[in-house]
């Protein structure tokens, strides 16, 4: 929790329930045990409630382990003729000894390989995704990615000189119907 509730638990909430069990001792009256249990029902039903959001909110937090796998066109993105077109024509996946296979194709068929390596740094609490391709590479693999992260997955962003923004999105490839 935050210096805001820490503050009112220390300041308002410890001794009000010192004041109200001593009362509640005193005197032996109900109402102040009640008023103990309610106080304190609702403070860990405000903990239980604000633990839970964030946890449902949070921004997941990758690792290398988590880049591992097969890319396709995030279609959902920017839906339209050219996001069936690019996922037709490129996918690629990373595997666990650090290797990079990035596809062009001709929807089932693969057309050209590019390879590469990958390496991640931790600038921060995720880790980003650092690729170097074998030259000559596809337009798409010119430079890293950006990694966008929700609360239970990520994209990865290319920056295409031709196509600009290229949105992959892991998960296996499957034909359009």
């Known amino acids: 929790m935050g210096f805001g509730f820490n503050l009112f638990f220390i300041l308002i909430v410890i001794p009000l329930t010192a004041i109200l069990l001593l009362a509640w001792g005193l005197s032996r009256k109900k109402v102040y045990g009640k008023t103990i249990g309610i106080i304190w029902i609702v403070i860990i039903g405000i903990i239980f409630i604000a633990s839970t959001t964030t946890a449902l909110t949070s921004k997941t937090k990758l690792n290398k382990k988590d880049y591992y796998g097969h890319y396709c066109i995030d279609r959902d993105y920017f839906p339209g003729k050219q996001a069936d077109w690019q996922y037709e024509n490129f996918r690629f ?10 596809y062009e194709t001709d929807k089932e068929k ?10 991640t740094t931790i600038p921060y609490s995720s880790a980003r995704l650092i690729i170097n ?14 990694v966008y992260r929700g609360s239970w997955d990520f994209i990865l962003v290319f920056n295409s000189p031709k196509f600009n923004n290229v949105y992959f999105k892991k998960g ?6």
């Not at 050209?112 to 990958?118: A, L």
């Not at 391709?133 to 950006?146: E, F, V």
Request: glycine share 2%; hydrophobic share 30%.
């Open 93 to 102: 996946e990373i595997k666990d000894n650090d290797s990079i296979y990035f």
């Open 110 to 119: 693969i057309i050209k390989t590019y390879r590469g390596t990958i390496s």
């Open 133 to 146: 391709m074998q030259q000559p590479s596809s337009h798409i693999t010119t430079s890293n990615p950006t």
């Open 172 to 177: 296996e490839w499957a034909p359009l119907e």
